[in-house]
């Protein structure tokens, strides 16, 4: 035995401050060794696994993840999840389950797989594990206990615990796992999840069962398989079993759709979870279903990019690529569907611009605002972006392996390759919505034209002289050339013409870099009021008055209600255009008497107009 200087020093018992709930037996230790001077574990197994129940999951369904990912890498075709909910009102419990098909372990492999740090792929970056520590930490972040079921025969089926609380009692310097228990069937409360309903979906006919009694359960459980079992879970996202099973439901669709759409079986609660794909471009993902004959179905690849990466920013000789795509949605389409298969069945607002996978399995999804850039543009469009293990520590993949810290390095290489792309999609989008913000109801005046019509006799002055019947003849002439540059979407020459000659008031749209906000023209006995779309005041001012004014229409929807536009509160926007309505009379007015003032208010608007821009923008 080595002594020290250090080591001859005595350490007084009394010196441990542990917490009075701290694991017993490693109290024990830490003390035996002390006052003993024995050899010191590198871990701690009493204290470190409790400590290791704290890893953080963001939530109960990221720790089930890395099941899945252990049943995938398994080879399974059938991945089962169940929580099982029971007990009263406000005091739920919850256990909770994973099984697979794939190919099981033998008893050694389970014991090893049972440890800290036991793996059969540790390092390895081809797949989806690597770290010997997924199981453990994601079973014991929800239980304090995991059971753990494999068998590579049928009816031989091997067993391990790991128990926190009885490791935590353990007086032993080095705590050895026991040899793997070996069992003919499971334990009937384990049975009964794969063989009876589930409380919750309510509805049993969507449960399809995995067995119906216990001969059958032994010959689905076939000759190979694993089952991950967390009794008594007592650190949940929620403890009600339809809460996880609906956050469970909508996040793995999306992170396993492409194991789903291989062909992976994938279930919880008994129930099919079918793929979802933010980025629109799988033709067999489930929005496909809520869309109706003649919509398009699949977003619109834009590029695909192979971008070379360096493994380590020190090193740039060793890359590994990874694949950036960026798909448009069909937004001439799409945005023209009801708010309710917009955003429940097609879940455009999600904030999923970016989704990110390591070997095909998803590890990131939502904003990127440092790519893309941050504006409602971006719910029009996806970036995919496709990585290998190798780059793991490029794109900061954690060991719990949600989400990712990209190196900056990283993200400066994918913003020089396909950022330009990105911008000018933005802009596309931007011109795209101006476009259709200004399109308005055909064939009718909108409420401002209406009101300045209405009230038009009250001015003192009047804008325009009376016609002719000839001149009249004239004017429908002009009228009607007026109609055809005016005319909006939807409205046929006719009625575009009829609308024109019944309101002397006319809004229009244009979208020119070059224009001031607004434009007034006073022509034929009309005033028009042309407002640019390709200025900050449309971005700014004029299109959020709009989406206030159809908010209320939009949430009485979202609550079920008929799209009904007495629910339009229009009144800011019509005072809005009344301003620039009154301000155009006003200009015509006064601009027909004399062509000094029209000068003079063409100087203003510019140069009004620019220095709002440089306001709003600069
Ligand atoms: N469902 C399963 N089927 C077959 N083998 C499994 C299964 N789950 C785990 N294993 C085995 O247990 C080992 C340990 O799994 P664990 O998740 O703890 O670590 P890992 O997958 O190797 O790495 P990571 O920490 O990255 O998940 C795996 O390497 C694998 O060999
Ligand atoms: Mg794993």
Known sequence: MQTTDAATTETPESSINWAPDAPRGGRTVLN?????????????AQTLISSLRDVGYNHTTSALCEHVDNAIEAGATEIRIFYRQSGKKGDYQVDAAVYDNGRGMDPNVLKVATSFGGSLTYNN?????RFGMGMKTAAL?????????SWQEPGNIYSMILDVEAIGKDRSNAVNLPDPTLNTELRAELAELFTRPLGWPTDHKEQDLFATDAGDLAERLGSHGTIVYMPACDRLSSRKARTLG?????????????????????????????????TYSMASARHTKALTNGMPTTSRLVLSRPIDIPVSENDTTRVSQIVAKVFALPIEEWSNLDRKTQKND????????VSILRNDREVFAGPLPRLTTQHSVTNWYRVQIDFSGLLDEAFGVASNKQGVRMKDYVLDKIRAAIGSDITKLNDEIKRFHAEKASRIQPAKA?????????????????????????????LDANLRGLAVTLKR?????EQAFERVKNSTYLIDFKHDEYWPFYHVDHKFGRIILTINTAHAFFDKLYNPLKELARKPAEEALEEGQAFDTKHVNE???????LLLLSLARAQGVLGIRSDEAKRVFDQLRREWSETYRIQLTG
């Open 571 to 577: 009144g800011p926007l019509v005072a809005l255009e």
């Open 125 to 129: 970056r081809s797949g989806i594990g």
């Open 446 to 474: 909108t409420a401002s034209e209406q009101r300045a019509n209405e009230v038009d006799q009250l001015h003192a002055k009047p804008l325009s002289t009376e016609l002719t019947s000839e001149e009249q003849q004239q």
């Open 246 to 278: 609906e956050h469970t439901i909508s996040e793995m669709a999306r992170i396993y759709r492409r194991a789903i759409s291989g062909g992976l079986h994938l279930y919880v609660n008994n129930r099919r979870v079918e793929a979802f794909d933010p």
């Open 346 to 353: 097609l879940r455009i607002f999600d904030g999923l611009t």
């Open 489 to 493: 979407d939807e409205e046929t020459d």
């Open 32 to 44: 035996r060794i002390l006052k003993e001077n024995a050899a010191v574990p590198l871990f701690f």
């Open 141 to 149: 972040s929800m239980s304090p206990v995991m059971e753990l079921y």
